[in-house]
């Protein structure tokens, strides 16, 4: 099963930025490929949105509302991804999680995988 971890999240002030990591492993074997990662996010009484994706060849998309302030990345050498964020605003307060999916691994393909999440709290 691939098991991923997110960090980076925090209280910061509106305008500030953050940077969020997801490291990627598989206890049982080795993690060969991400093909493609996800960052969605989560606030108190919301659905799960997704935010911003990118796959292994590195084409990503974002959603409308942090288009221009987050910027995506994946390092399939290190196995983890990345998401930047400037510019943070209130209403980026939320916890964030990351997915993986299409991981190529040594013992099979591997979808779907999610992280814990991490809190991002951003203050007026």
């Known amino acids: 099963q691939v098991h991923l971890v997110e960090s980076g999240g925090g209280l910061v002030q509106s305008g500030g930025s953050l940077r969020l990591s997801c490291a990627a492993s598989?206890?049982?074997?080795?993690?060969?490929?991400?093909?493609?990662m996800r960052w969605y996010r989560q606030a108190p009484g919301k659905q799960r949105d997704m935010v911003a994706t990118?796959?292994?060849?590195?084409?990503?998309d974002y959603a409308a509302s942090v288009a221009g302030r987050f910027t995506v990345s994946l390092d399939n050498d290190k196995k983890m991804g990345y998401l930047q964020m400037n510019n943070l605003k209130t209403e980026d307060t939320a916890v964030y999680y990351c997915?993986?999916?299409?991981?190529?691994?040594?013992?099979?393909?591997?979808?779907?995988?999610w992280g814990q999440g991490t809190q991002v709290t951003v203050s007026s």
């Open positions: 598989d206890f049982s074997g080795v993690i060969f490929k991400i093909g493609d």
């Open positions: 990118i796959t292994a060849g590195g084409v990503s």
């Open positions: 997915n993986a999916d299409r991981v190529l691994t040594s013992r099979g393909p591997r979808y779907d995988a």
